[in-house]
């Protein structure tokens, strides 16, 4: 999608991933359970992007917009976003979508929060902003 001068694109992730707590859990029963746990999500993450985005390489900065679809009120918000979002934009780095996450290449994000029971998803719009 373009508005203007810019670009927008967007991802869209279908379930959940883990939160930030089942992370910290899995760390603590075991190191290598943590890895295999961020490593499992990322795949998810990554088919979505390959599936979606393909080839997409973004060289300037990025806004990233996070809306989280989740089919209850029982996880807590920020468990939601903090892993979700550390997951995702390591995917994108991986897949070469975004060179890299630091603060040169993501300007800033927006987390917004919804209730769908029958459809969870995570939507995520890529805004290049520069």
């Not at 373009?2 to 991933?17: A, D, E, S």
């Not at 930030?20 to 943590?34: M, V």
């Not at 890895?35 to 997409?56: D, P």
């Not at 603060?103 to 902003?129: A, L, Q, S």
């Amino acid at each position: 999608m373009r508005v203007g001068n810019m670009k927008h694109y967007m991802l869209i992730i279908n379930g959940k991933l883990n939160n930030l707590n089942d992370y910290i859990t899995a760390c603590r029963t075991n190191p290598y359970k943590g890895a295999k746990v961020k490593a499992h999500n990322e795949n998810i993450v990554k088919a979505c992007i390959y599936e979606q985005l393909g080839r997409l390489r973004i060289q300037g900065p990025v806004y990233m917009k996070y809306r989280w679809f989740e089919p209850d009120r029982r996880r807590d918000l920020d468990n939601i976003s903090s892993f979700g979002r550390k997951v995702i934009q390591d995917a994108l780095v991986e897949t070469h979508v975004l060179r890299n996450d630091g603060w040169t290449e993501i300007t800033g994000f927006r987390d917004d929060f919804y209730i769908d029971r029958k459809n969870p998803r995570i939507e995520v719009e890529i805004e290049e902003v520069g």
